[in-house]
């Protein structure tokens, strides 16, 4: 039973545009999301994170939103740069209620073509 | 200042072998949590400790894992025995326990194949 989903396996973009990444989230606990990004053959880092509090955060070219009516969130890169090419891991968290538990989505692969 | 050092990158091991991965955590940071990655589930917690405790290991997939952290700058995964199915990058992370709302550092993982 997944808790996160991201429902796009990948995604591709042309250097410049927008990039969307979507999230789906089932968990009404759920108060506090992450974005973490992936290159091959290294660790997730972390990139930009929202509280429930808020429905936008945003940091230089990355922006989250945050629709908790919908149970969505959605990570927007513009204008994308070759470098953003990773995978992108959206999770979920709820620390009064689970501690310091992370929940992940199955990460989505961004392709941005120069 | 150093991140979450593991141990070793890869390890490539016969079905039935035992094996053992290693972590030691960003100081300071007093809850850790492994992980691992596969094509088909993504990212799934294992198990995670606060203060060299283990407070959820739901995710262990069975009896033949088992984690410790004998103190805060050390931790093992094992596996014993080992099968191919178990072949995966597994992650450890590291984050301060007193801070609720912040992220976790991962590690580089460890990719293990199981021949």
């Known amino acids: 039973d997944q808790q996160v989903k991201q429902n796009s396996p990948s995604l591709s973009v042309q250097e410049g545009r927008i990039s969307i990444l979507n999230c789906d989230y089932t968990?009404?606990?759920?108060?506090?999301f992450l974005w973490y990004k992936k290159y091959p053959a290294e660790g997730p880092t972390f990139l930009i994170s929202?509280?429930?509090?808020?429905d936008k955060n945003e940091d230089g070219r990355f922006t989250v939103f945050l629709n908790k009516s919908a149970k969505h969130l959605s990570l927007h890169i513009v204008p994308s740069q070759p470098g953003d090419s990773a995978v992108y891991f959206c999770a979920a968290s709820a620390p009064r209620e689970y501690g310091n538990k992370l929940v992940f989505g199955a990460g989505t692969i961004l392709r941005v073509k120069s | 200042d150093a991140g979450v050092i593991q141990s070793p990158r890869h390890e490539v091991t016969e079905m039935g072998q035992e094996v053992t991965l290693r972590c030691k955590p960003i100081s300071g940071h007093n809850s850790l949590f492994w992980y691992r990655q596969t094509m088909m589930r993504g990212l799934e917690l294992l198990i995670y400790f606060n203060n060299n405790v283990p407070i959820d290991d739901s995710g262990m997939p069975e009896d033949r894992f088992s984690a410790k952290m004998p103190n805060a700058s050390f931790s093992t995964l094992k596996i014993q025995p080992s099968e191919p199915r178990d072949s995966a990058v597994y992650f450890c992370?590291?984050?301060?326990?007193?801070?609720?709302?912040?992220?976790?550092?991962f590690g580089p993982g460890t990719r293990l194949t199981v021949l």
């Open positions: 968990n009404s606990m759920f108060d506090y």
């Open positions: 992370a590291s984050k301060k326990t007193s801070i609720s709302y912040n992220e976790q550092f």
């Open positions: 929202i509280s429930s509090i808020k």
